[in-house]
């Protein structure tokens, strides 16, 4: 079983900057970000595998960076330029090499004036 912690959520005016931690307790094939707001599907944010491929939503292109530690089996989300629409809770998303995913508990981003 893979335990995960995250860190850095909170509430940011429109335009400021968050950025999201995901520690694992493993080396795993491939760390992410995904977001939900209540009512609507959990939908992916970001992702970095193993190799150093990324996968962005449109919509954070340009905004958002995903990086990764593997010294520290650690993936973060540099969220710059945010919007009212990038509120939601974000959830760290792991997989291993076997293909089992584990999700982290959620943390919340409210961006607000």
């Known amino acids: 079983q893979v335990q995960l912690v995250e860190s850095g959520g909170g509430l940011v005016q429109p335009g400021g900057s968050l950025r999201l931690s995901c520690a694992a307790s493993?080396?795993?094939?491939?760390m992410g970000w995904y977001r939900q707001v209540l009512g609507k599907q959990r939908e992916l944010v970001a992702t970095?595998?193993?190799?150093?491929?990324?996968n962005y939503l449109d919509s954070v292109k340009g905004r958002f960076t995903i990086s990764r530690d593997n010294a520290k089996n650690t993936v973060y989300l540099q969220m710059n330029s945010l919007k009212p629409e990038d509120t939601a809770v974000y959830y760290c998303?792991?997989?291993?090499?076997?293909?089992?995913?584990?999700w982290g508990q959620g943390t919340q981003v409210t961006i607000s004036s």
């Open positions: 493993a080396r795993l094939y491939s």
């Open positions: 970095f595998a193993t190799g150093g491929v990324t």
């Open positions: 998303n792991v997989r291993e090499w076997g293909g089992k995913v584990f």
